[in-house]
């Protein structure tokens, strides 16, 4: 059957951030962060030019302490009025108030806020206990939201998988109905204290979760009468054109929804090469009548294979990135709900083969199939302990021997795909991105200090502070160890 794909943008309330609205009422803003130190401010302010002309709409800030507070107040100087600036805090409350002075959005973790970091340790919470930790989280968080009132400071609540809280995870697990609680926590006491100016993001690695997850978070403030704007984002969806793949399908399959007031695709890369993807995605998700360029797609039952469905995208476009995105942006959804395990890509200007490896990347990206590693590396930023780049191609290249095996999907009755077999490495500039937000990965290469390197088997660090220049080296001899046993 042909399929009509509308969009249909999701109504929300409007949030000001410094010169710029954010909401269904107003464009989709494009947004990404800073990788370098922030206290490097000569280096920050040379790449927020950069951004800046390539069209970022928000610009975001690692923000470890108050050194970092002060360096964002110089940035803030140099940068004034061009964009909003965002102070990304983990861990220090304190330092999320300091920054909520100084710059116009302020991101917080509600798995880190008030909670301590965690250990991934279990604990038996009676009701009464756990209704005190509430009460924790809501003495603490009003001291911000105030703070926010009196200098007219948006809040980002940003959840990301793998970073709940031991209390949330002990409670819900890791899951995306934890990740939801864990925002709507927050939600509850900023409507209390009547407190709009929220956007919320809740990310994932594994696309499938992510997506998931935001559909839930939007059923849930339905439920409860929220209109928060949301921004999306795949985290760590790596580099190259498997970043952009990733990237596409699952901000793409949520855009098609009409969920979506802002949007960064998170690269391995400096941060202005994301804009440009971001923009050929809003565009072909243009908010207007027009067919979607010349492209259709059709999905058809297949009885062969158990009844599931067959994704047959068409296009005529002549640009190779282009006609990735597209196709990944518009397939990504379709796969998932129409539980499809095939997928043809039609377009006469490549080669078959061509197209084939295309459909298998995307098949990839939305987890129906695995065929080759994945490579789960994040965006980097001035938290970020070595050179990211340059790490991603050494490990490519030092596992470039290492077969998969067992790379058949596992599909459970409703259809949902969350843990596949086939090798998962994750790259992690730092500890804040490390063992927690990898969560979905089989093995994990983390920035511990300065040129120094721990290597994790899932969540457990079995090789710690080692060089890095021995950590390529160190990590496929884990994997060869791994799969003699």
Not at 213 to 242: F, I, N, S, W
Not at 281 to 290: G, P
Request: glycine share 8%.
């Amino acid at each position: 059957m042909q399929l009509k794909l509308t969009y249909n943008r999701r109504k929300t309330h409007s949030v000001e951030v410094g010169n710029i609205c954010i909401g269904s009422d107003y464009p989709v803003r494009v947004q990404t962060m800073a990788n370098t130190s922030t206290n490097d401010i000569d280096a920050s302010v040379e790449q927020a030019r950069r951004c800046i002309e390539a069209g970022a709409e928000l610009l975001r800030y690692t923000t470890q302490g108050m050194r970092e507070v002060e360096s964002l107040r110089e940035i803030h100087e140099q940068v004034l009025t061009s964009v909003p600036l965002v102070a990304d805090v983990h861990f220090q409350a304190d330092v999320a108030d300091a920054a909520a002075q100084v710059v116009e959005k302020v991101r917080i973790n509600p798995g880190n806020y008030i909670d301590p970091a965690r250990k991934f340790k279990h604990i038996d919470y009676s009701n009464s206990e756990y209704r005190q930790e509430l009460q924790r989280l809501r003495e603490r968080f009003t001291r911000l939201l105030d703070i926010c009132k009196e200098h007219h400071t948006a809040i980002r609540l940003g959840v990301n998988h793998g970073s709940l809280s031991d209390r949330i995870m002990s409670r819900y697990g890791d899951t995306p109905a934890g990740m939801v609680e864990s925002v709507m926590e927050f939600l509850r006491v900023a409507e209390d204290e009547h407190f709009p100016n929220i956007v919320i993001s809740i990310k994932a690695s594994n696309t499938r979760v992510m997506v998931d997850t935001v559909r839930l978070l939007v059923k849930q403030m339905r439920h409860e009468k929220m209109t928060y704007p949301l921004h999306l984002g795949v985290t760590e969806a790596g580099e190259g054109e498997d970043g952009r793949i990733k990237s596409a399908v699952g901000i793409g399959a949520l855009l098609a929804d009409g969920i979506g007031d802002t949007i960064r695709v998170s690269l391995s890369e400096p941060p202005e090469n994301e804009i440009p993807v971001a923009q050929d995605l809003l565009a072909y998700f243009a908010d207007d009548d027009s067919p979607r360029y010349d492209g259709s797609v059709t999905a058809e039952v297949l009885d062969n294979i158990g009844g599931t469905a067959e994704i047959r995208y068409s296009s005529m476009e002549s640009d190779w990135e282009l006609f990735c995105l597209q196709a990944a942006a518009e397939c990504g959804r379709l796969l998932w709900d129409y539980k499809a395990t095939e997928l043809t890509l039609e377009n006469p200007n490549f080669t078959e083969s061509k197209r084939n490896f295309l459909s298998k990347d995307i098949l990839q990206a939305a987890r129906v199939r695995m065929y080759k590693t994945e490579y789960i590396s994040c965006p980097g930023c001035g938290r970020t302990l070595f050179d990211l780049e340059k790490t991603i191609q050494d490990v490519k290249a030092g596992l470039s021997g290492i077969e998969n095996a067992g790379l058949s999907a596992e599909r459970s009755n409703s259809g949902t795909v969350y843990q596949q077999s086939g090798l998962k490495i994750a790259i992690m500039g730092c500890i804040v991105n490390g063992p927690g937000e990898m969560a979905d990965a089989d093995y994990g290469y983390v920035g511990a200090g300065r040129e120094r390197v721990s290597l994790y088997r899932g969540k457990e660090c079995v090789l710690k502070n080692i060089p890095q220049e021995e950590a390529v080296q160190e990590l496929l001899k884990l994997i060869e160890q791994d799969k003699q046993q």
